[in-house]
């Protein structure tokens, strides 16, 4: 089935550094995703993007956060600076439209130190 | 807004029985409910969905869900389990209304361990 790929699969930072989060979507898909997973708790959502904007987000997705998706390429999750509290797993999902399947990448976990 | 609880952290059969995996939602209208599978270090996979219509719904690999209105349930079953559908089960909604960004809402997840 489709895939999306997120790279890399695990990242150490240290804190106050910026760390970017990449996301190679499904080709033709219009709405992304990021959710947030810390360890043993529920996957939580951060943000959605369409059409070049945000469309909704969550009181996790702190001023730090920002995404984009800069001519098709690469949905991006920035966080700058980041926070020991910023330590999880990161899914990127994408879909076609708002009540389409969402397809998910495997997550890149985030460790900082 | 929105919540799901899957009440079971862990559960663990043997290759062959069957299996029923718990999901309760809790939603202002009525939402659209998803189970999903993921398997060690891959990505959350829909196994299926239901939005309207018969309450039994059929997904991928044998497996269906139920959707009860009156309980508020989404449960999974299958009626009978390999060895190779160990992996975490998540439930999930959203909303049905126009609002409708496509935001999931999720639960814990059900660790499946089958014995062989």
């Known amino acids: 089935g489709p895939k999306v790929l997120q790279i890399p699969s695990h990242q150490i930072i240290d804190m106050g550094q910026m760390v970017t989060l990449n996301c190679d979507p499904v080709s033709n898909h219009l709405y992304f995703y990021w959710y947030k997973q810390i360890l043993g708790q529920q996957m939580e959502f951060l943000v959605n993007?369409?059409?070049?904007?945000?469309?909704?987000k969550s009181k996790l997705f702190k001023d730090q956060f920002s995404v984009e998706r800069p001519d098709g390429s690469y949905f991006t999750l920035k966080i700058q600076p980041t926070a020991l509290e910023d330590s999880a797993v990161y899914f990127c999902?994408?879909?076609?439209?708002?009540?389409?399947?969402?397809?998910f990448g495997a997550g890149t976990r985030l460790s900082v130190l | 807004a929105q919540s799901v609880t899957q009440p079971d952290a862990r559960v663990t059969v043997s290759e062959g029985a069957s299996l029923q995996l718990r999901c309760k939602y809790s939603s202002s209208v009525t939402p659209y409910l998803f189970w999903y599978v993921q398997y060690p270090r891959q990505g959350l996979q829909l196994l299926l969905k239901y939005y309207s219509g018969d309450p039994v719904v059929q997904g991928v690999n044998g497996f269906e869900a139920e959707f009860s209105k009156s309980n508020s349930s989404f449960h999974l079953r299958k009626a009978s389990v390999h060895w190779s559908d160990s992996a975490v089960y998540f439930c999930?909604?959203?909303?049905?209304?126009?609002?409708?960004?496509?935001?999931?809402?999720f639960g814990h997840g059900t660790i499946l361990r089958v014995h062989p």
């Open positions: 993007f369409y059409n070049g904007k945000v469309m909704e």
């Open positions: 999902a994408s879909s076609q439209g708002r009540q389409n399947t969402l397809y």
């Open positions: 999930a909604v959203s909303i049905s209304t126009g609002a409708n960004t496509g935001k999931l809402t």
